[in-house]
Every structure is written in C-alpha cells, then in structure tokens.
C-alpha cells in the first residue's frame, strides 16, 4: 500500500495530517527566513557560515513535511528519499559546525560575568570622565596663567628639518613686542637678521642639551633698543627628541638703562673730581714731573724692549735656519721621527718669536704716540678686512651706520683688527659670518662684533683677556694668547670696557665702548 493511503480509510485522518504537516513546513520555511531579516537589520552581529547550514537544515526539513502532504495524491518515494537524503547531509554538517564552535560558546561570558564587566566599564567611564574634567581644569588653569602674567611666553615647535616655528605669543608678549601675527612663522620672519641669528642659536642651544637654560639677550623689537631676560624649556618627545620650547621672556630694558645711567654718572664724577683735582697747582707741578718721569722711563723702555727683542730674535732665527740646513745636509740619513722633530723644532722657534713680538705690542699699548684725528669708522673697518686674510666661506657684514669722530686711529684700528681675526682663527663653521655694529650712547659709542663660531664657555669669560692665556692647546691651535689682552689694555686706556657673550657652541659677541673725546 502506498504510503499515506491508509489515511482514506479514515478521512478525518487525512485532514489531521494535511494540517499538522502544513503548519510544520509553514513553521520551518518561516524560521531561516526570520533569521536572515535579523541578521540583516543587526550588522553588528558577525556573520557566520553556521546560519546558513542551520537556515538549509529547517529549510530542508519543511520542504519534506510539505512533500508528505503532496504524496497523498502523487507518492513519489524516490524523491522523497532524495530530500531526506538531503536532509540528512545538512543535518550532519549543522552538527559537525556546531560541535565545532563548543569551545568558542563555552567561552562566551556569563549573564553575571557580563554584569561584572559592564560595572567595570561603567566604573572605567566614570573615571575616564572625571580625568576629563581634571584635564579641562588644569587647561582653564594654564591658559588663566598664560593669558594674565605679566612675562612674555612663547611657544617655538621643531619641525622634522630642524626649523624654528612659533605657535603662539600670549598677550603680555603681544603687548610688549606689538607682534601679533606670529603662528607657524620663522625667527627670522618676525625679527631682523641679527637678532633672528641670535634667537635660532639660542634655541639650537637648548635642542642640544635638552635641558633648561637661561640668558640676557639683546633685541631690536619694534624700532626701539631692548633687552630681555629668557628662559627656555625644551619638551622632549617619546623618541626622545626635543620637539617643543617653551620660552618666558621678562623684560629688563628699564634695568639696563638704570645700570648704563649709573656707569655714565659714575663717570661723569670721576671727571669732574679729577677736573678739581688738577686746579690745585701743586698737583700740577707734581704731575708735570711724573709725566717727564714717566716719559723718560718709558723711553729706556722702548729701547730696552728693542735690543732685548732684537738679541733674542737673532738666535732664535740662527736656530731655525740652521735645523733648516742640518735637515737638508743630512736628507737620506733621516727617518720620519727626526724630520718631524725638526718641524716641531722650527714651530716652538716661531712660536717663540711670536710671543716676543706679541709682549712688545702689549707693552707699547700705553705708549704709542697717536694723534687724534678724524676718523671714520666705516673706511677704517674697509681697510681692515681688505688686509685680513678673510676665507672665502666667510661673510663680514656691517650693519647700520658706522660713526665719524676725532679719535686716536692706531689704538682703535689695533682692537678691531684682532677682534675679526680672533673671530676668523677660532672659526669652525662652513659658512663663517661675522657682523659689526654701533651704537651711540650718551659719551661714548658702543660697538659690538658678533660671530657664529665656535663660542666660549661662561666659566671662561674672563681667562681670555689675560695675556698668554688660551682655551686651546697652541699644538692643536697656534696662538699666542695675546690678541685679546692687547684689546682689553687698549680699550681700557681710552676710558673704555669690553665684554664678551658667549656660550659654547653658539658663536660669540664682544662689545666695547669708545670714549667720543681723545683721553690725551
């Protein structure tokens, strides 16, 4: 008997079994189909091969309740059996996919678990939020701070190519400079050549030592003589790289002008109690006959300098020709050792004779018979340069006007000449620039030289100016040590002083003051 055909011997059978099969393969072609819409409309929930295998598997499962109704009328059992078949093999792959994912279902986080978790995320947010206000107070802070003190702050960030650009200037450094235009702008887009020369080594200062330093810096801003007392602090990066300065800056001019007011009518009070003091007529007779003293003195002097000079210049000129000539007579009998000692030999002679002229300049610095005359600083500064022998990867630029007054020319001539050379000796840039300026002050001029050298230890400051005295040893830099002890005597013989401001590594800038009257 077909299968199914016991059911029309009872009717109400027949019905019962069109309707329970009808509602299941209902229920199963319903199933997959509203699992594909939820997976459709959550794209959050992750996409799995399985969902299909299970939606196939009650697909396969409804398609053979349907074809029993179908085969009450038209029994079919190959066809049955082959979606049976079917049925089977989904089946059996559904269940080997989802022994597969066992692990990764126990390993899902229990309804309690996941109630932990969400309070530790809930306590996390909460935490995440109160740094978060922490944060903005602490910004609230910092820009009250930068908004309302009275220094100058600036921001300088450090490009990949090692350029300066400033971020940011905060009021009080608006006001006092009146530059306001300032993001991402170079040094040297915002101050003049000098200074902007100035300010970048400063800030390549502290890229290097990744530390805080602290300086006097002079600065031509908005037409007007300042001066400013800076620090900067560098921010270093997690590469370990300075990427950002932080710099204050309080200004010091109204100090400086006090100081140069003071050091003015300090010496106006030596000239005038020097004034009254040479009224007195025994003063004067005295004086008259310690000039004609001194003036003898100094007259043994120069000739005893001279003959000494010239007796110790002979031998030692003996000494040099004649290892000249032991070297040439006995060339093949040499070896590398000896011809190097004879070189040396000849070095520590000129050396020798060097520093003998050397004392005899710095003797004569007092003594020398120079009229005042008109001299014009400019032409003097051209002649100079033009005698030097200037490197051609050096530039000397003069900036501004240079002044015309009647002055001893030789002495002044002397401290400029050694000023530049020293400056071109103790280079070690590819591109040595050196610049000059002036400056008229109430009495006097002030000039300044400034170099991008190698630059001078603070510690050494005061050592360069005493005679014989170098910061190298004169086998890996031949000097003297001379030069700038002849400066020091000559400008403080004219009522003058000089300073240095330098740090090491960063060039330096000598500045001397020139009385405008002839100190006779």
């Not at 678990?113 to 939020?129: G, H, P, R, S, V």
């Amino acid at each position: 008997m077909p299968h199914g055909m016991c059911y029309l011997w009872k009717p109400w059978l027949v019905g019962l079994h069109i309707a329970s099969n009808g509602i299941i393969a209902l229920s199963y072609f319903s199933i997959p189909l509203v699992l594909v819409y939820i997976l459709h409309q959550r794209p959050d929930i992750p996409f799995n091969g399985i969902f299909l295998l299970f939606a196939g598997f009650i697909l396969f499962c409804g398609t053979g309740h349907a074809f029993d109704i179908w085969t009450l009328w038209h029994p079919n059992y190959w066809i049955s059996i082959f979606i049976r078949l079917l049925t089977a093999l989904v089946s059996f792959a559904t269940a080997i996919a989802l022994v597969n994912k066992i692990p990764a279902i126990l390993a899902l986080p229990s309804p309690r678990q996941m109630k932990d978790i969400n309070q530790q995320l809930t306590k996390k947010i909460a935490e995440l939020e109160a740094q978060k206000a922490l944060i903005h107070d602490q910004e609230e802070f910092l820009r009250s701070i930068y908004d309302n003190v009275q220094e100058a702050i600036f921001v300088v960030d450090i490009e990949a190519d090692n350029t300066f650009r400033y971020q940011g200037f905060n009021p009080a450094a608006i006001r006092q400079t009146g530059i306001r235009d300032v993001k991402h702008k170079t040094p040297a887009e915002i101050l003049s050549p000098e200074a902007a020369i100035s300010v970048e080594q400063n800030y390549r200062q502290c890229q290097d030592s990744k530390d805080i330093i602290s300086y006097e810096e002079y600065l031509p801003v908005a037409g007007k003589n300042t001066w400013w007392l800076t620090n900067l602090n560098p921010i270093v990066d997690r590469a370990g790289k300075v990427s950002r300065i932080i710099g204050t800056s309080l200004n010091i001019t109204e100090r400086k002008q006090t100081e140069e007011a003071l050091a003015i009518l300090k010496d106006e009070l030596e000239e005038r109690v020097q004034q009254r003091t040479t009224e007195l007529e025994q003063a004067n007779i005295l004086l008259l006959k310690t000039t004609v003293t001194l003036e003898k003195r100094n007259q043994e002097l120069d000739q005893f300098a001279y003959v000494t000079s010239h007796d110790l210049k002979a031998p030692l000129r003996a000494i040099a020709n004649l290892s000249t000539w032991i070297e040439e007579d006995l060339a093949d009998k040499l070896d590398e050792d000896t011809r190097y000692n004879m070189n040396l030999l000849r070095s520590r002679v000129h050396r020798l004779e060097n520093l003998i002229n050397g004392l005899l300049a710095y003797s004569r610095i007092n003594r020398q018979q120079s009229e005042p005359q008109q001299v014009a600083v400019d032409k003097m500064l051209a002649e100079i340069i033009d005698l030097l022998d200037v490197p051609p990867n050096f530039q000397i630029t003069i900036e501004g006007k240079m002044p015309t007054f009647n002055t001893a020319a030789v002495p002044l001539q002397q401290v400029f000449r050694n000023l530049i050379s020293n400056a071109i000796q103790h280079s070690d840039c590819d591109q040595g620039k050196i610049s000059i300026s002036a400056q008229e002050l109430a009495n006097c001029y002030e000039f300044t030289i400034t170099d991008n050298g190698k630059g001078i230890d603070p510690q050494y400051h005061d050592r360069i100016f005493t005679i014989f005295q170098t910061l190298e040893a004169r086998d890996n830099k031949e000097s003297t040590g001379i030069g700038l002890s002849i400066v020091k005597k000559a400008v403080e013989s004219h009522g003058g002083k000089i300073t240095v401001q330098s740090e090491e590594g960063a060039g330096a800038t000598f500045r001397f003051t020139w009385q405008k009257r002839h100190m006779q």
